[in-house]
């Protein structure tokens, strides 16, 4: 019971997704004191001369009705930052890797198909009991080129 506890965690994929998880929630916690520290006083500066800056207050003194598109925006800027960077430090990387790994394989002879194999028995079978090739449609098939779906091409 442990052991297969133990297998699945020690595989590639688990422990992978633990670490992107952790830079990850690091990287967004970055992302989100730049924009709120950097960003958003920026934004709240192209607002005018309220301190607020892009705001909307609905009832004149209840704070919490208060629309703040500047944190609307700020959580833009932080997501397109962050999928920007998880895009060009990760993504492409791994993308660009795969690649080369596919092209470093040496291309193996394609393994015959079902029909194939079932002719090169029929034929054993005959030549172990001296019996003639065989002749006609049969034969015509070994002939043919035979796709997985069963569709035939001459």
């Known amino acids: 019971m442990f052991k297969g506890f133990k297998d699945f965690l020690m595989r590639g994929n688990v422990v992978d997704l633990a670490v992107a998880v952790v830079v990850g929630s690091a990287f967004t916690a970055l992302v989100t004191s730049f924009t709120t520290a950097i960003i958003k006083p920026v934004i709240a500066a192209t607002g005018g001369g309220n301190v607020t800056g892009l705001t909307i207050q609905l009832r004149a003194g209840n704070d919490a009705s208060i629309i703040d598109f500047a944190a609307v925006i700020n959580a833009v800027i932080t ?28 291309e193996t002879p394609a393994d015959p198909t079902d029909i194939e194999l079932l002719l090169e028995i029929r034929d054993l079978l005959r030549r172990e009991q001296g019996l003639p090739a065989v002749t006609g449609l049969a034969s015509q098939l070994e002939k043919a080129e035979v796709t997985i779906d069963g569709q035939r091409k001459e």
Do not use: D, S
């Open 79 to 106: 997501f397109l930052i962050t999928a920007a960077v998880v895009y060009f430090l990760f993504v492409l990387p791994m993308k660009t890797i795969n690649e080369r790994r596919k092209k470093g394989k040496e």
